[in-house]
Nanobody
């Protein structure tokens, strides 16, 4: 089992920045961030992921604005979000798994954080 504890998020104006962090109780091969899909609270939308290849992946919608980094010594992953847009508003979830295939698929992840709200006002 892996426990994930998220922190960060909050309210920011469009164009601003926020940072999220996620601390895992042990190391996993892959850690990622997802958010609730707009208009569909049942689906997760891929944001970014890192696997210990190392390789980092981003959704096209956040590429160039969001940066995922990872501190393996602390089992912690960070998501720096810049140039935020109102459409980035969502609940963001940290996720982790012990393998590396199909890192953009939410259903492949075994462990999830509690979620943290990010609200971007226009």
């Amino acid at each position: 089992q892996v426990q994930l504890v998220e922190s960060g998020g909050g309210l920011v104006q469009a164009g601003g920045s926020l940072g999220l962090s996620c601390a895992a109780s042990r190391r996993t091969l892959t850690m990622g961030w997802f958010r609730r899909a707009p208009g569909n609270e049942r689906e997760f939308e891929f944001v970014a992921a890192h696997w210990s290849g190392p390789s980092t992946y981003y959704a096209d919608s956040v590429k160039g604005r969001f940066t995922l980094s990872r501190d393996n010594a602390k089992n912690t992953v960070y998501l720096q979000m810049n140039s935020l847009k109102p459409e980035d508003t969502s609940v963001y979830y940290c996720a982790a798994r012990d393998d590396t295939a199909n890192v953009k698929s939410a259903k492949e992840y075994d462990y999830w954080g509690q979620g943290t709200q990010v609200t971007v006002s226009s």
